[in-house]
């Protein structure tokens, strides 16, 4: 079946404007996590969602930064006003909850995103 | 707190040979899981091999395998022939069992196979 699918792969934007990032699930999968990846730095973890609970949004690192998932299915993470320490990598995973953590994260290819 | 440590950043082995990337952990935790992702040029990260910390059996997947030393906190991946395919940056993560459900991941080490 069809895998974690992202939007857009690239996006250029000018430091102030807002920005969109979308996620697309595998079907079915309950789990979603985003990270974001900065050059030459490992995954940081920036918000689970499970099902209907509350997300954990505790690796937002500030208040510009806020993210949704509409019917336990696609996510939006969306930042606000822009600055040049926000161009990273931005990699969305799912995975299928009920089987726990053992079960494997399906990652996304990821936005790469370039505030000028 | 949790931490994942991969001391090498950079990493390069000809096509065919053996090449083994480190990664050390550190936590308080009992139960756990272990994973090595590769992530290529396309940035699609992938599953390699997923360790689990109550068996002792060292995981393996065709050319790669685990050593998992739970007593030094060490779990280092091994691959065998390493082909051109191999190239991209491989990442170890921790997941505890305790109720956390943040994995943890570690820098990262570019691997490069040379033809």
């Known amino acids: 079946g069809a895998g974690v699918s992202q939007s857009p792969s690239n996006k250029v934007t000018e430091k102030g404007k807002d920005v969109e990032l979308r996620c697309d699930p595998i079907s079915g999968h309950t789990a979603l996590y985003w990270y974001r990846q900065s050059l030459g730095q490992g995954l940081e973890f920036l918000i689970y969602f499970q099902g209907n609970s509350a997300p954990d949004k505790s690796g937002l690192p500030s208040d510009r930064f806020s993210a949704e998932r509409t019917g336990g299915s696609v996510s939006t993470l969306t930042i606000q006003r822009t600055q040049q320490e926000d161009s990273a990598v931005y990699l969305c995973?799912?995975?299928?909850?009920?089987?726990?953590?053992?079960?494997?994260?399906?990652f996304g290819p990821g936005t790469r995103l370039l505030v000028l | 707190a949790q931490t994942v440590t991969q001391s090498q950043p950079e990493m390069s082995v000809q096509e065919a040979e053996t090449v083994t990337l480190s990664c050390t952990y550190d936590?308080?935790?009992?139960?756990?899981?272990l994973f090595w992702y590769k992530q290529p040029p396309s940035r699609q990260m992938i599953l390699v091999i997923r360790q689990e910390a109550y068996k002792q059996q060292n995981a393996t997947e065709n050319r790669f395998s685990v050593n998992f030393q739970k007593a030094a906190k060490s779990f280092s991946l091994k691959i065998s022939d390493s082909q051109l395919g191999d190239t991209a940056m491989y990442f170890c993560a921790f997941i505890s069992t305790s109720g956390t459900y943040k994995y943890i991941f570690g820098t990262g080490t570019r691997l490069k196979v040379l033809a």
């Open positions: 936590t308080s935790e009992n139960n756990y899981y």
């Open positions: 995973a799912s995975r299928d909850s009920p089987g726990g953590f053992q079960e494997t994260q399906y």
